[in-house]
């Protein structure tokens, strides 16, 4: 037979809330109970009654730096006891099952027999205390193990084990993240003993409290929607509703292809605010971006055929897919190896798909972006310059064409010739590594910037343009250069 780990649950509260049968149970036993801590209200009162003797895994917290590896030695010792005592008792604040993770771990091994006695949950006094119906939607989170992402603030929101100041802080911390400092909140000690005591108090004060123990828990009343804008539940909801019957008259008659050019406008919003490195200007720029993306998934869910779930869901399965060396066993050396996993994944990915090479380059990129993309994808086939010099010579070719092309006095031939020159230019800046749409772009706002300070020196002179020449207004533009 195994050997047997008894579980019992010595309730939220006092003596008072341990049902009769544990009481016997832990008041007849021969051998040490071990706890999880001694700090609960029942041990002392059992060690004064009936000389059980306890002994506790304090000492193991203060041995780690994470509450998991507390845990996990907890239950290693655990079960070397029962290995060599075969039967052991074992006994925990509230109820085995709720919020008792080492508990959890236990139930993982097959070593050993688990059986779980019970015991109260304080749930029941913690409902009353606090005063909501779970059915309104309730999340109990364990202070010491979650994440801010888990939160779910418009449902009632409890802590527990928020037995220190260090637990406590890093609560109020993760909390400050979506609620304001002075945001009321309750803390609860020893609900359902006759020590209850319940406080109303500000977030920033939750690690200020010296009365904090293993019977501590924080509720967060519900938050209105209104004061949650930063959550995508929020903004995925506003969409809905600009889209709705009772929505705005200007999106609701957005398509796919009327909405092509602002995501281009918003795009390109964004690469101005980067090179401004405006941090303020590039979230509210990304902000019009997501707002495309939300747009465009709303009209499609709207015509039943994707919704920003799958949008979602596509992007983080091929994150996850390309990423091997970070979401699965591949071993990488540096950035080159990461490159070339990409592309032979992407690859395979697609090799069904497409028979040409070029195939599946976005044709609805701009001129220079596209451009680009041709030729690297027939780079990749070893269709390209071995170096800058005959790329350079193509350039001075295209040149002279493009002249030729000047006297023949056919307009379509000029188009065709002068983009011969773009075609060899975006080449060449390719072979140097320079992006030739952001380069043009920082020229574009050279431009801007050099021309708006002759304009203003224009308007301080008291003259119209008209009265000046363009060798005057030139000394006005290499001022400008000088102050660059």
Not at 128 to 151: C, K, N, W, Y
Not at 192 to 205: F, M, Q, R, T
Not at 338 to 353: A, F, G, M
Not at 442 to 455: A, G, P
Request: hydrophobic share 40%.
């Amino acid at each position: 037979m195994k050997p047997i780990i008894e579980v019992i649950g010595l309730g939220g509260g006092d003596i008072h809330q341990l049902p009769l049968g544990l009481y016997r149970k832990l008041i007849d036993t021969k051998d040490i109970c071990y706890v999880r801590t001694i700090d609960h209200p029942v041990i002392s009162s059992l060690e004064e009654e009936g000389g059980v003797v306890f002994e506790s895994f304090d000492t193991v917290y203060e041995k780690h730096d994470q509450f998991e590896a507390v845990y996990q030695e907890i239950v290693d010792c655990l079960i070397n006891q029962a290995l060599k005592k075969n039967r052991i008792l074992y006994a925990v604040p509230g109820h085995p099952m709720l919020a008792e993770r080492t508990v959890q771990l236990l139930r993982e091994h097959n070593q050993i027999e688990l059986k779980i006695s019970g015991g109260q949950s304080f749930l029941d006094d913690l409902f009353r205390a606090f005063g909501f119906d779970p059915i309104e939607g309730f999340q109990m989170v364990d202070a010491t193990s979650f994440l801010r992402h888990q939160l779910q603030y418009e449902q009632h929101l409890v802590f527990c084990q928020v037995y220190d100041s260090f637990v406590a802080s890093e609560v109020k911390l993760t909390l400050l993240e979506d609620l304001p400092a002075d945001h009321m909140i309750f803390i609860a000690e020893a609900v359902g003993s006759e020590n209850e005591v319940i406080k109303h108090i500000p977030l920033v004060a939750l690690d200020q409290q010296v009365d904090l123990s293993n019977l501590t828990s924080v509720y967060i009343p519900p938050i209105t929607k209104e004061k949650l804008h930063h959550q995508f539940s929020q903004l995925r909801e506003v969409v809905h509703i600009l889209r709705g019957p009772d929505g705005c008259p200007w999106d609701k008659k957005q398509t796919h292809e009327s909405l092509k050019k602002y995501l281009i406008e918003e795009v390109y919003e964004v690469l101005e605010a980067i090179d401004r490195e405006d941090d303020e200007a590039i979230a509210e720029e990304l902000g019009d971006v997501l707002l495309q993306v939300m747009l465009h998934s709303e009209i499609a869910e709207e015509a039943g055929y994707f919704t920003i779930d799958d949008v979602i869901y596509s992007i983080t399965e091929k994150m996850i897919r390309r990423h091997p060396h970070v979401f699965g066993n591949v071993h990488v050396d540096g950035e080159e190896d990461v490159i070339r996993n990409w592309q032979e994944i992407k690859k395979r990915e697609k090799k069904d798909k497409h028979s040409s090479v070029l195939d599946g380059i976005t044709k609805g990129l701009p001129a220079t972006l596209l451009a680009e993309d041709l030729q690297k994808k027939a780079a990749k086939v070893g269709f390209d310059w071995d170096n800058s010099e005959d790329i350079r010579k193509k350039v001075e070719e295209e040149i002279v064409e493009w002249r030729e092309a000047l006297a023949e006095e056919n307009q379509i031939e000029k188009e065709k010739e002068f983009g011969d020159i773009l075609f060899a230019m975006i080449n060449l800046a390719r072979y140097y590594k320079i992006n030739p749409e952001i380069a043009l772009m920082r020229t574009n706002n050279k431009f801007m910037n050099r021309f708006q300070f002759v304009e203003k020196e224009v308007a301080n002179s008291g003259k119209d343009w008209t009265d000046f020449t363009l060798a005057e207004l030139d000394i006005f533009w290499e001022k400008a250069k000088q102050k660059e």
